[in-house]
């Protein structure tokens, strides 16, 4: 890799985490380029614009929930839809995700009111990173994959804004038996487990 790509990356590492702490509602170059130690020409040579710059932080922000939660389902292994949903609820709940989804949920409001500007491309992106995730491991879950298709609009949706209602008011207990019912609901389970209902695997 040539200096200017690893001073690339190297920023881009910063950037990310300085949009995670903060957010990107104010986000302006100069003070931006402050917070992690270069200046507003430089952020602009290697990202063009910022746009651009915003996008690229945003796949990386992608790729690091990719790279987590797929190390997850490694380790639990979940074979039926309730394992799958609830293991990815735990997941996205747990204190050092929840900023992931502060952003890319910001970040979709922000896109709304043309606050910023992104590629039809990036905003299906933003929005689909953990969907994706999910679909590909049902499509292995056997009778549950086809469960999973069947209803994957209604479940990706009240996961989704269960877990909007869950960072905006941190109830737990009650945003995880609401998914947790709406599976039960989906699949004809009996009664969830504790285990089940969003503990850590």
Do not use: C
Request: aromatic content about 6%.
């Amino acid at each position: 890799m040539s200096p200017a790509l690893d001073r690339r990356a190297e920023l881009l590492e910063k950037i990310v985490e300085a949009l995670l702490e903060t957010g990107a509602a104010d986000l302006s170059l100069r003070p931006l380029a402050e917070r992690v130690g270069t200046s507003a020409r430089l952020l602009i040579y290697h990202f063009e614009t910022k746009e651009q710059l915003v996008d690229a932080a945003l796949a990386q922000v992608r790729r690091q929930i990719g790279a987590s939660l797929r190390a997850r389902a490694e380790r639990a292994k979940p074979r039926t839809l309730r394992a799958l949903v609830m293991m990815v609820w735990a997941w996205a709940i747990e204190t050092p995700n929840q900023r992931y989804f502060r952003l890319l949920f910001e970040v979709d409001g922000l896109a709304m009111f043309d606050r910023l500007n992104f590629s039809e491309a990036v905003r299906k992106a933003n929005s689909a990173v953990w969907i994706t995730l999910i679909d590909r491991a049902a499509a292995g879950l056997a009778r549950d994959g086809e469960l999973f298709s069947a209803h994957s609009t209604l479940i990706i949706a009240a996961f989704t804004g269960l877990l909007q209602e869950y960072l905006s008011t941190g109830g737990r207990e009650a945003t995880t038996a609401a998914l947790s019912a709406l599976v039960d609901l989906i699949s004809g389970d009996g009664p969830a487990s504790p285990s089940d209902q969003g503990s850590r695997p």
